[in-house]
T-cell receptor
Framework: DVKVTQSSRYLVKRTGEKVFLECVQD?????MFWYRQDPGLGLRLIYF???????EKGDIPEGYSVSREKKERFSLILESASTNQTSMYLC??????????????FGPGTRLTVL | AQSVTQLGSHVSVSEGALVLLRCNYS??????LFWYVQYPNQGLQLLLK??????LVKGINGFEAEFKKSETSFHLTKPSAHMSDAAEYFC???????????????FGTGTLLAVQP
């Protein structure tokens, strides 16, 4: 089974702190994604990576950056956390293969609170 | 541009009753469609997917969905609800065609299903 793990289930940070959210997948997937989930808004794509060191902005990249130095690991960075970044963050991965690339596998999520 | 609309942010059914969760999509290309489920404090899990083969798709836990191109719908159904079905359900559409370059999905805003005893 595909396993996507996220470094923390719950995180509390202060405004202005630099925050790192880590995601690791163990199935050699090329694609990795970071979403944030807010009530009534569903999942919104923050960043996407299709290969090591390659990234694309999603729908809401402002205030975030990402790093993918190894194929299995995709990090989301909040350069200076703000209260409006309090949210649930979900990581996902998928294969590049044509018929499977839309089938995303999700981690358990990190619930981040910024005070 | 692709989009997906889930009608009803909250749906409540009695145990044993039919479950019907609605999803309508908009797509300029033949879409791939997905239903995911999220149990409390967990990530999303794939329920079922439509990838241009059979229009009636069966998934896990007794759920199924029918792709209706004329109605641009992909509603999720289950004949008999169980208490364990209480969760949030998300419909998603692919952002591009099967042969295209994109790998992204667009998610609906979710429907929270409550099952009453």
């Amino acid at each position: 089974d595909v396993k996507v793990t996220q470094s923390s289930r719950y995180l509390v940070k202060r405004t202005g702190e630099k925050v790192f959210l880590e995601c690791v997948q163990d199935m050699d997937h090329e694609n990795m994604f970071w979403y944030r989930q807010d009530p009534g808004l569903g999942l919104r794509l923050i960043y996407f990576s299709y290969d090591v060191k390659m990234k694309e902005k999603g729908d809401i990249p402002e205030g975030y950056s990402v790093s993918r130095e190894k194929k299995e690991r995709f990090s989301l960075i909040l350069e200076s956390a703000s209260t409006n970044q309090t949210s649930m963050y979900l990581c996902a991965s998928s294969l590049q293969a044509a018929r499977l690339r839309f089938e995303q596998f999700f981690g358990p999520g990190t619930r981040l609170t910024v005070l | 541009a692709q989009s997906v609309t889930q009608l009803g942010s909250h749906v409540s059914v009695s145990e044993g009753a039919l479950v019907l969760l609605r999803c309508n999509y908009s797509s300029s290309v033949p879409p791939y469609l997905f239903w995911y489920v999220q149990y409390p404090n967990q990530g999303l899990q794939l329920l079922l997917k439509y990838t241009s083969a059979a229009t009636l798709v069966k998934g896990i836990n007794g759920f199924e969905a029918e792709f209706k191109k004329s109605e641009t719908s992909f509603h999720l159904t289950k004949p008999s609800a169980h208490m364990s079905d209480a969760a949030e359900y998300f419909c998603a559409v692919s952002r591009g065609p099967y042969g295209g370059a994109t790998n992204k999905l667009i998610f609906g805003t979710g429907t929270l299903l409550a099952v009453q005893p």
